[in-house]
């Protein structure tokens, strides 16, 4: 009598064991040996590899995303021009001219704005955990000059930059609504002025990225390059 029961318990277990990742819950009914009914409700909570198993049955394929950054060191320096290779450094120290003299008492420069890096980017997944692809990334600064005595705009000073850059996206933690991701890019950044316009090489670098959705998701990243130090966005996969 209790080895049947027994019998029939284990069966139950490895039933139980079985049951498919996605179930939420599960009721069994059972008669032992002796006659009585049993009633048992299950529970289930998938696993992490249930769940790396679900993510990889979506067959993405498409990836955009749009992406507002914080200020950088090479965004800051790319605009005030300290990255560009023509030092502005003549060499001999003169002193000011009568007329550069005046000016200091006659004009004033306002604050300087800055417009945060915006980044739209594109990837294209060639493996699962594997994507390749592209990002722009804009960004400006504008300060004007301004006649002390009546206040009197003299000269708008407009600094904007334009990148394009090709990037490799690779995912380390895959989940059915979380994944983290690094990613590392190279290209060019066309730097223009009232003056004149130059073209350097950038670069872009994501240390450390989570993702958290499906489809349409949510994201933040930390990084270096051209589209800031801390960065977040919305992104839609399909």
Same mark, same amino acid.
């Given at each position: 009598?209790?080895?049947?029961?027994?019998?029939?318990?284990?069966?139950?277990?490895?039933?139980?064991?079985?049951?498919?990742?996605?179930? !939420?819950?599960?009721? *069994?009914?059972?008669?032992?040996?002796?006659?009585?009914?049993?009633?048992?409700?299950?529970? +289930?909570?998938?696993?992490?590899?249930? +769940?790396?198993?679900?993510?990889?049955?979506?067959?993405?394929?498409?990836? %955009?995303?749009?992406?507002? &950054?914080?200020?950088?060191?090479?965004?800051?320096?790319?605009?005030?021009? +300290?990255?560009?290779?023509?030092?502005?450094?003549?060499?001999?120290?003169?002193?000011?001219? /009568?007329?550069?003299? %005046?000016?200091? *008492?006659?004009?004033?420069?306002?604050p300087t704005y800055m417009i945060t890096?915006? /980044?739209?980017?594109?990837?294209?997944?060639?493996?699962?955990?594997?994507?390749? =692809? =592209?990002?722009?990334?804009?960004?400006?600064?504008?300060?004007?000059?301004?006649?002390?005595?009546?206040?009197?705009?003299?000269?708008?000073?407009?600094?904007?930059?334009?990148?394009?850059?090709?990037? !490799?996206?690779?995912?380390?933690?895959?989940?059915?609504?979380?994944?983290?991701?690094?990613?590392? &890019?190279?290209? %060019?950044?066309?730097?223009?002025?009232?003056?004149?316009?130059? @073209?350097?090489?950038?670069?872009?670098?994501?240390?450390? &990225? @989570?993702?958290?959705?499906? =489809?349409? *998701?949510?994201?933040?990243?930390?990084?270096?390059? %051209?589209?800031?130090?801390?960065?977040?966005?919305?992104?839609?996969?399909?």
């Open positions: 009598m209790k080895h049947g029961f027994t019998f029939r318990l284990i069966c139950l277990l490895i039933a139980l064991a079985t049951l498919p990742a996605r179930s !939420v819950a599960q009721t *069994y009914e059972y008669v032992d040996d002796e006659g009585v009914h049993h009633v048992v409700h299950v529970v +289930e909570r998938d696993s992490d590899e249930d +769940e790396v198993r679900e993510y990889d049955t979506i067959r993405w394929r498409h990836n %955009l995303r749009l992406t507002f &950054g914080t200020l950088s060191y090479v965004q800051t320096a790319l605009l005030n021009g +300290e990255l560009l290779s023509i030092s502005k450094d003549t060499g001999a120290k003169t002193l000011p001219t /009568t007329s550069e003299q %005046l000016a200091k *008492y006659r004009y004033y420069t306002t890096p915006i /980044t739209v980017g594109y990837s294209y997944y060639i493996k699962k955990w594997l994507s390749v =692809g =592209g990002i722009t990334t804009f960004t400006a600064l504008y300060n004007e000059e301004r006649n002390i005595a009546n206040d009197e705009m003299l000269r708008a000073n407009c600094t904007f930059a334009i990148s394009a850059i090709a990037n !490799v996206r690779f995912e380390y933690m895959r989940r059915r609504y979380v994944q983290l991701y690094s990613a590392v &890019g190279a290209g %060019l950044v066309a730097r223009f002025d009232d003056d004149s316009g130059i @073209i350097i090489p950038m670069y872009d670098l994501t240390y450390f &990225g @989570i993702v958290v959705g499906k =489809g349409v *998701y949510g994201f933040a990243e930390v990084g270096a390059g %051209l589209s800031g130090f801390v960065r977040a966005g919305i992104g839609c996969r399909f």
